[in-house]
């Protein structure tokens, strides 16, 4: 292991360098920090109102609706932005990370294609809601799933419409729209990764430790 600085051994020395070995994947382990956040999602309170009686029915779907969408981002945080990874990815030993830098072209993912790969993960894995099963002495009629995602700096938004009628005899409750925000810096982590992307474009060789320490995130270099 080189380093850049005069000082060969003075590691931690303000312009200490360390070789870098490998193109930057998308080492989204920055979107390790995905995993803490998940399941702190907060929902946005729903105005229909549903007969007491079938409100644990609705409870459970708008727990299982939160569930999917924290399992879809800490899917696309340890798979670097993907739901399904593009065919050039690195194989680590916790995930296929897709990579942000390669042969010195960026091929980091897009805040848009990110949001896109959620939508579809989740427009998939809702309807496994399955309600019957839990409430056997209920009704269910269920409509196509359509997500809406939006990563922002500091949260996710996510907007499900999920048309679902509850059925007890004569009493019917249909719930429709399912809000979420996921207190995540999403938004914020891909900034830092474009960053990074770009100081390794001017210096692809090496990479300074003093400029990632700036960050609030943990980031992993894997040889």
């Known amino acids: ?3 850049k600085s005069n000082r060969k051994n003075k590691w931690f020395s303000k312009k200490s360098q360390i070789s870098f070995f490998m ?3 998308l080492v989204i382990l920055l979107f390790g920090i995905l995993i803490f956040a998940i399941y702190s999602g907060k929902k946005v309170p729903e105005t229909t109102t549903i007969p007491f009686e079938l409100l644990p029915a609705k409870n459970y779907l708008e727990e299982c609706v939160k569930n999917r969408a924290g399992h879809g981002l800490n899917l ?3 798979q670097g932005g993907y739901a399904i990874p593009p065919s050039n990815y690195l194989a680590a030993n916790y995930s296929n990370i897709a990579y942000g830098l390669y042969n ?3 091929t980091l993912i897009s805040l848009n294609a990110m949001e896109n790969e959620l939508e579809a993960y989740l427009d998939n894995a809702l309807p496994s809601c399955n309600l019957s099963s839990v409430f056997p002495y209920l009704g269910f009629e269920y409509e196509n799933a359509s997500s809406n995602v939006s990563i922002l700096t500091n949260e996710v938004l ?3 419409k999920f048309p679902i009628s509850i059925i007890k005899g004569e009493t019917t409750a249909k719930i429709d729209t399912f809000n979420i925000q996921v207190p995540i810096r999403l938004g914020y982590i891909h900034s ?4 990074i992307i770009s100081k390794t474009l001017l210096e692809p060789n090496w990479i300074d430790l003093s400029y990632l320490s700036r960050f609030d995130l943990k980031i992993d270099a894997l040889p």
């Open 1 to 3: 292991m080189k380093m």
């Open 23 to 25: 193109l930057i994947g």
């Open 76 to 78: 696309i945080g340890v």
């Open 104 to 106: 010195k072209q960026v």
């Open 158 to 160: 996510v907007n499900v």
């Open 192 to 195: 830092i990764l474009k960053g």
